[in-house]
């Protein structure tokens, strides 16, 4: 796996930058020490993040979706609700 070079658009709002900056930072520190995993609370946090944002709502439901089928990871978005 490749490190990302890439950072969140500057037009999204602050708060989103930095949950997908982070999340992308972490995903560098996994590929870079070969960790089986990025902690699950990134991924919480930029859902969560997104979450609020109701134009990003079929991309939250969309990476809720795929981070949902991972087993370590059931129910983990009990307490996150995407606005319509």
Known sequence: MEKMEK???DWL????????????EQFNIMVE???PQIPFEYGANL????????EHNKLTLDLMKVLSEEP?????FES???KN
Not at 15 to 24: G, H, K, R, T, W
Request: proline share 6%.
């Open 13 to 24: 709002p602050q708060d989103l930058q930095d949950a997908i900056n982070s999340f992308i």
């Open 80 to 82: 996150i609700q995407v």
């Open 47 to 54: 859902i969560s993040t997104m979450s609020k944002y109701p």
């Open 7 to 9: 950072l969140a658009v």
């Open 72 to 76: 370590r990871l059931k129910g983990m």
């Open 33 to 35: 020490y070969d960790l």
